[in-house]
């Protein structure tokens, strides 16, 4: 059955896969949160955030996919360390998964909380374009073994490593990517 809510991820292991569970029906199990596995060519920056990769600029379907890999980068490195500020550079204000995400590990990490592991990362991505400027990508993300901690005084939660299938919904402007909706499969 097709999921038809949103991706609410959150600040690591716990954080996302308490919002996941959220995200409608199915029978599949429960993925745990976002990290990328050496996410494409995006690599840290001096300040510990991958920086985007040219791959992931301009306006071709291999691009979007680029982007979509970054996106998981940058996703995993705000569940870790809860700076949720690149996140927010690469959402619309149309994505509501994206904004309870951001929610979810500004909330964590302000709690004392946080998330501990590898993350994210997306494979076997195909698509096609919805209309001028915009790509729908639908992939499998891996979710790696992760323990999040939703506060300070809370009971640390293991996730395992899992898979799950999901949708990308992009818009172009000015050819930059960003992420208009993000849900689970």
């Known amino acids: 059955m097709v999921r038809t809510t949103v991706l609410a991820s959150a600040a690591a292991a ?16 429960k ?15 001096p300040s510990g955030a991958p ?3 040219a791959e992931a600029q301009g306006t071709s379907p291999e691009s979007a996919e680029a982007f979509v890999r970054y996106y998981m980068a ?15 550079r690469l959402v619309t ?23 501990e592991g590898r993350g994210y990362s997306v494979s076997k991505l195909t698509g096609k374009r919805s209309g001028p ?23 640390p939660t293991s996730f395992p490593r899992g898979t799950f299938r999901a949708r990308f919904e992009l818009a172009n ?11 689970l499969l």
């Open 133 to 155: 400027g915009s790509v729908i990508l639908e992939g499998t993300v891996t979710q790696y073994g992760q323990q999040f901690l939703a506060s300070a005084s809370a009971t």
């Open 51 to 53: 920086t985007m990769p």
């Open 93 to 115: 204000d149309e994505c509501r998964s994206c904004s309870n995400s951001i929610a979810l590990i500004d909330k964590t990490y302000a709690s004392g909380g946080h998330a």
């Open 31 to 45: 993925p745990a949160p976002f990290t990328p596995s050496a996410a494409a060519s995006a690599s840290a920056s």
């Open 74 to 88: 940058i996703y995993s490195y705000s569940a870790r360390t809860g700076d949720t500020a690149p996140m927010k």
């Open 173 to 183: 402007t000015e050819d930059v990517w960003h992420l208009n909706g993000l849900f």
């Open 14 to 29: 716990a954080v996302t896969t308490a919002a996941l569970a959220g995200c409608g029906g199915g029978d599949s199990p």
